[in-house]
């Protein structure tokens, strides 16, 4: 289970500090699946790297029983300098699991031929979040993040993503952050809407909708 207690979150500017998250809470159980709406700048990534632990609350905390992803398809915690072996290596190593077993499965999935030896710094955007995702695949995570439509690649790509992700762990949690409503209708149980700050939980999908279109 993972709880989000009184969690804030402030940021410095130049007219003094800005409270993007403001007393939080909210509990996410073992397979659920849970959305979050917003506009834009109302918190959702930001909220998103707090449950991954990239970044801390300003203030409350987050209880993570469960183990938990990074944002799929994000590759800003890769070092450029390395190949893409290398990062997959290293990020095995963080998370304590084998890596000879995971190198077939990456390589095969990001289908980067020669690429995935050469440093990922000259990768396109495209490469980067095919290795990201594969990546994420062979990390036995207990929960999903999941910031934005995992729209990578093409048709085909996109479909072997589902797949992978929705179909062969289907018994994870999965925490979505989208403005895309058919997404979370399709693959959410309950949502959530943050608004100036603040998070307004609803038990459905269709409730937090409407909240979210007509606030």
């Known amino acids: 289970m993972i709880e989000i207690v009184n969690v804030s979150k402030h940021y410095p500017t130049r007219h003094g500090q800005v409270a993007v998250l403001q007393d939080i809470n909210m509990t996410i159980?073992?397979?659920?699946?849970?959305?979050?709406?917003?506009?834009?700048?109302?918190?959702?990534?930001?909220?998103?790297?707090?449950?991954?632990?990239?970044?801390?609350?300003?203030?409350?905390?987050?209880?993570?029983?469960?183990?938990?992803?990074w944002p799929?398809?994000?590759?800003?915690?890769?070092?450029?300098?390395?190949?893409?072996?290398?990062?997959?290596?290293?990020?095995?190593?963080?998370?304590?699991?084998?890596?000879?077993?995971?190198?077939?499965?990456?390589?095969?999935?990001?289908?980067l031929g020669q690429y995935f030896r050469e440093p990922i710094e000259c990768y396109s955007s495209g490469m980067m979040a095919r290795l990201a995702f594969a990546i994420s695949m062979v990390i036995d995570f207990d929960c999903f993040l999941i910031d934005e439509v995992v729209a990578?690649?093409?048709?085909?790509?996109?479909?072997?993503?589902?797949?992978e992700l929705f179909v062969k762990r289907k018994d994870r949690a999965m925490i979505f952050v989208s403005h895309n409503d058919h997404?979370?209708?399709?693959?959410?149980?309950?949502?959530?809407?943050?608004?100036?700050?603040?998070?307004?939980?609803?038990?459905?999908?269709d409730t937090a909708l409407q909240f979210y279109y007509h606030q």
């Not at 918190?43 to 790297?49: C, E, M, W």
């Open 29 to 69: 159980a073992p397979g659920e699946k849970v959305g979050i709406l917003g506009s834009n700048g109302a918190g959702k990534s930001t909220l998103i790297r707090l449950i991954g632990g990239v970044e801390q609350p300003t203030h409350g905390h987050i209880s993570r029983g469960m183990s938990v992803s």
């Open 183 to 205: 997404y979370i209708k399709e693959h959410c149980q309950r949502a959530a809407v943050l608004q100036a700050g603040q998070l307004h939980q609803f038990d459905n999908v």
């Open 72 to 111: 799929l398809a994000f590759g800003g915690g890769f070092q450029g300098r390395l190949t893409g072996l290398d990062n997959l290596k290293f990020i095995c190593r963080v998370y304590g699991t084998p890596v000879e077993d995971k190198v077939p499965f990456v390589e095969d999935f990001a289908e």
């Open 152 to 163: 990578v690649g093409d048709s085909r790509f996109q479909q072997k993503c589902h797949d």
